[in-house]
């Protein structure tokens, strides 16, 4: 039994061209005109395969195929829909097509299972419009509540209970819709590595032991604003100077890490007032923090506020660190990890074990249910630009690796 690629290429050529910066990669955020067109899509395609669908308070949506025991909790597997700014086509979409692809051809092959599959597809995975990221899974188990989404905003000062609330949804009763453990059995996502290790390798999946922990920061610093050219450079309060000796230590304090997997990165910088001759005034930057490893992430981040410590004092500023989102460390449990590899052996796929740097849905549900990833590669390792490619003979690979492994995770009864 084999999903079918043709299929999976109309769906991901269709959505990809809802696309807000044509010629410019992919620009898809969350509840944008282009957000709502791919919804009203895969709609469509849930309602022709007969199934039931449910949209929570913040967009999530739960497309259920029943099982014959339908009090069993229920496999879910898929990914997100939307894209960083001149993102990529594949990015989420490939692990949200493939779980619909798995239930068509579960559909189509007359297989009937004792536990419910649904295909879910998460809100705001990105953190495009409001800087964090994985909400809308952080919202289906009840990490984040009504309070929190009135605290998320985007750069013009809007609130994301005010942008879910104007895209027709009720963001009040996000509680109404909270996953409980009990309720679902795993999580499977399919996703591209977003890497370069498979492609270098040239081995079609990796299956994932452990997905990096990250913590996100804002970083402001405050001096004082100035004429560019009449002020000395021994009288300044710049900021600005100030933010590239904390961004070169970043750098450094990752690559020196004791864990070698630590990576930093400073992705966001706004300065004010962003005039090529005036000293600004304030300048903001994010600080994204990652290992596999708790400690590196700790390292990281000590030593970035110690570097600030120092900086407010060499150049008579104010400096403030503010952690913006967190997710913690996954390990794989090893028996959803063998699952995976024994469809693999089954099917005489190439894999290998890998970690993964990116975060991921699958993390978040690590909380409450069993998860595991499966990796098909990214060529040149390129992801989140709009070179980001992946082959479509991978791609079937990764998908006939998923139903495989979402029927051994249940049982046929027929």
Do not use: W
Request: hydrophobic share 40%; proline share 4%; with cysteine.
């Amino acid at each position: 039994m084999e999903t079918n690629i043709e299929r999976v290429k109309r769906d991901l050529y269709t959505i990809s061209q809802y696309n807000r910066t044509p010629g410019e990669g992919y620009t898809r955020f969350s509840y944008s005109p282009e957000d709502a067109k791919t919804r009203e899509y895969l709609m469509k395609e849930f309602i022709n395969f007969g199934l039931k669908v449910t949209v929570d308070a913040v967009g999530n949506i739960r497309a259920r195929l029943e099982g014959m025991d339908s009090d069993a909790p229920v496999i879910m597997s898929g990914s997100h829909i939307d894209t960083v700014l001149h993102g990529g086509m594949f990015d989420g979409l490939v692990g949200t097509i493939g779980a619909l692809e798995v239930v068509r051809t579960i559909i189509e092959n007359k297989i009937k299972t004792k536990n419910p599959i649904e295909v879910v597809i998460f809100s705001e995975e990105e953190g495009s419009n409001f800087g964090s990221t994985t909400v809308g899974s952080k919202a289906m188990i009840g990490k984040y509540g009504v309070e929190d989404i009135k605290e998320l905003k985007t750069n013009e000062g809007i609130s994301m209970y005010e942008v879910v609330k104007n895209f027709g949804l009720e963001p009040e009763k996000i509680v109404d819709y909270v996953l409980k453990p009990e309720e679902i059995k795993a999580m499977i996502e399919l996703h591209i590595e977003q890497s370069v290790v498979l492609d270098l390798e040239n081995i079609p999946i990796g299956i994932v032991e452990a997905i990096a922990g990250i913590e996100s920061y804002e970083i402001v610093l405050t001096g004082v604003s100035n004429h560019a050219g009449a002020t000395p450079m021994h009288l300044r309060h710049d900021p600005m100077a100030a933010a590239a000796k904390v961004i070169t230590a970043i750098e450094r304090i990752a690559k020196e890490s004791n864990s070698f997997s630590t990576v930093g990165t400073v992705g966001k910088i706004i300065c004010e007032p962003n005039i090529f001759n005036v000293i600004p005034g304030r300048v903001l930057f994010t600080l994204d923090a990652r290992d596999v490893n708790p400690k590196g992430i700790e390292e990281l981040v000590q030593g970035t506020e110690k570097i600030l410590n120092e900086v407010v004092q060499t150049y008579g500023i104010t400096a403030s660190m503010k952690r913006i989102s967190e997710s913690k460390v996954v390990e794989i449990p090893s028996e959803i990890v063998h699952i995976i590899e024994e469809s693999a052996d089954e099917l005489g796929i190439l894999y290998k074990r890998m970690n993964s740097g990116a975060v991921h849905d699958a993390c978040i549900l690590a909380e409450i249910t069993d998860v595991g990833m499966i990796f098909v590669p990214s060529i040149n390792g390129c992801s989140h630009v709009p070179e980001e490619k992946t082959g479509f003979t991978n791609i079937k690979i990764g998908c006939d690796l998923l139903l495989n492994t979402i029927l051994k995770l249940t049982t046929r009864v027929n």
